[in-house]
């Protein structure tokens, strides 16, 4: 019987010609994409370096702990997930402003220190992914040791600015007292202001920060080419003589500290406040002044509406032959508004006025009254006047020399202090009222911006409480006069005069504009490349499974 025919079997493949699955192919997880620190001990830095920033600032005032604080706060956040980096920001905002602002507490008790603290804790824990985001998406765009040393801390300081930016803009009129740069007023730093502005500071003390933990990370030193940019930010900061303004000659002021009971919760008389003003300008009587100047809240009155007011004010000018700066809560139809006047004997008083620009939410208005009366009715009902925010220069030409001004907080604003400048200002006078924070650093911290404002535009500012600490500071930022705290009294001082901008001045909103919102589309621009770079390093369907044999 024939063989039938059988099919021969095909010749199975050897295991290895086998086809099989082809893994995706992942990035190597490199020591950039790993957290420094185990979130646990990150928590434990972060807080810590929220205290060490708070000691930058007065009344402790080491300046240098400004960098501790900001490489705590870097690197902890290194390698974390975006809601790890949100665990560690909120650690390290909350140490920091907790600490930075407890003289809230001195009369108004712990909701609002609590709640400021927490709304500063919230948004730049937000900023902090931001940051976490930079270092890990920065590496991967620029994974070269130039990128690591040079471009990352550039993009991280940048981050780091448009977050303080972010937070003295916003919500309201926000609030930028824990500025990274205003902690150097007593720092041979400080003069770098005069050329950048606080930010621009701001930014060169964190990229030299940054570049550090860089050159540590990568151990750079080895190569020291790569110390370049750190080592050149560094010896910027500490070499950079302050920009130089024209002397213009003197202004003799009379700033006079009345002492009175100008606090909200002080116990007083009406017209208390303004006879103790009258009072301490005694020691003054006979002086050949070219100003007398008052605090804010000098005046318990409204010179504009009351007539025995603006009569004591029209004599006292009279005697002096000179004019006043005064500042009163004043009424213009249905709106209140913080002024500062300029008054003189026989004028049509007041010659002129500034009302104050950033009046302070939850102190001296309440927007959205009918939703915080809700969370804290009491608290909210002691705000029974509801300041309006002012549209006027923060300027005035007293008798041919330009004095520009701020109205206590608005001190902390930076366009309202470039605006006199650019206005024509020779000289700052300050006016504030720190009667509600009396034996508390705010005071303290106040005066410090003061001082860097001086420093910033090269001009002298009279910074004047109605009880201290009241400060004549000179255009480099030195004390040229000064008023102990909790004391009546007057100076009269001879104050020097500037003109011409500095480049801070000038450049400073151009400054602020490249880095903050240049800085957030660096970022962006960054996001969107590294999504795209996942999906092309990411095999379609049919190559992740099964592979022909060919």
């Known amino acids: 019987m024939p063989d ?69 706060s870097l690197v902890s956040l290194i390698g974390r997930s975006a809601w790890g980096a949100v665990a560690v920001g909120a650690a390290f905002a909350a140490s920091f402003y907790l600490v930075h602002i407890v003289w809230i507490t001195r009369y108004l008790g712990p909701v609002p220190w609590f709640a400021l603290a927490g709304v500063e804790t919230v948004l730049s824990a937000v900023g902090a992914v931001g940051l976490t985001l930079a270092y890990r998406w920065l590496p991967r765009l620029a994974p070269g ?53 606080v930010t621009g500071l701001t930014f060169l003390m964190v ?70 003003q009258l009072d301490a300008t005694a020691a003054l009587a006979g002086e050949d002044v070219d100003v007398v100047l008052w605090p804010e809240g000098g005046i318990d009155a409204d010179p504009t509406n009351n007539d025995s007011v603006a009569r004591v004010l029209d004599r006292l000018s009279a005697s002096f032959g000179a004019p006043l700066i005064v500042n009163a809560a004043t009424q213009r139809g249905a709106d209140t508004f913080n002024t500062s006047m300029l008054w003189e004997a026989g004028a049509d008083n007041p010659v002129a006025i500034h009302d104050k620009s950033n009046p302070v939410p939850m102190g001296e208005y309440v927007p959205d009254r009918w939703f915080f009366e809700m969370l804290a009715p009491d608290l909210v009902g002691l705000i029974q006047r509801e300041y309006t925010p002012g549209t006027n220069a923060p300027f005035f030409d007293v008798d041919g020399v330009g004095v520009g001004l701020a109205i206590c907080f608005d001190v902390i604003y930076d366009d309202v202090i470039w605006d006199g400048a650019r206005d024509g200002a020779e000289i700052y006078m300050f006016q504030t009222n720190n009667a509600d924070f009396r034996d508390t650093d705010e005071n303290l911290q106040q005066l410090a911006f003061a001082r860097m404002r001086a420093i910033e535009t090269g001009r002298s500012v009279v910074n004047l409480s109605t009880v201290g600490t009241s400060q004549v500071i000179g255009p480099d930022g030195s004390t040229i006069d000064a008023l102990p705290a909790g004391t009546a009294g007057a100076l009269l001082t001879d104050v020097p005069l500037r003109t011409g901008l500095t480049p801070a001045v000038v450049a400073g909103g151009v400054v602020q504009a490249l880095l903050g919102w240049g800085s957030v589309l660096a970022l962006a621009v960054l996001g969107v490349w590294s999504r795209a770079r996942r999906r092309t390093t990411t095999p379609a369907p049919a190559e992740a499974g099964v592979v022909e044999n060919r």
């Open 145 to 197: 040791p130039w990128g690591r040393v040079a471009a990352l801390p550039a993009l991280i300081a940048g981050i780091w600015s448009a977050r303080e930016l972010w937070l003295g803009s916003w919500p309201y009129t926000g609030f930028p007292w824990g500025r990274l740069g205003m902690s150097q007023a007593e720092s041979p730093l400080a003069h770098v202001a005069s050329w950048t502005g």
């Open 4 to 72: 039938r025919a059988r099919p021969v079997p095909s010749p199975r493949p050897a295991r290895s010609d086998r086809a099989r699955p082809v893994p995706s192919p992942r990035p190597a997880r490199s020591d950039r994409a790993r957290p420094l620190l185990p979130l646990w001990a990150a928590l434990l830095v972060a807080v810590g370096g929220g205290v060490v920033l708070d000691l930058a600032f007065p009344d402790i005032g080491w300046w240098p702990l400004a960098f501790v604080g900001v490489a705590a």
């Open 207 to 276: 990229f030299a920060t940054a570049g550090v933990i860089e050159i540590a990370r990568l151990r750079a030193w080895r190569m020291p080419v790569r110390l370049l940019p750190a080592l050149g930010v560094a010896v910027l900061l500490v070499v950079t003589p302050q920009f130089p303004t024209s002397d213009a000659g003197t202004m003799r002021v009379g700033a006079v500290q009345g002492n009175g009971p100008a606090g909200y919760f002080d116990d007083r008389e009406p017209y208390a406040v303004l006879q103790a």
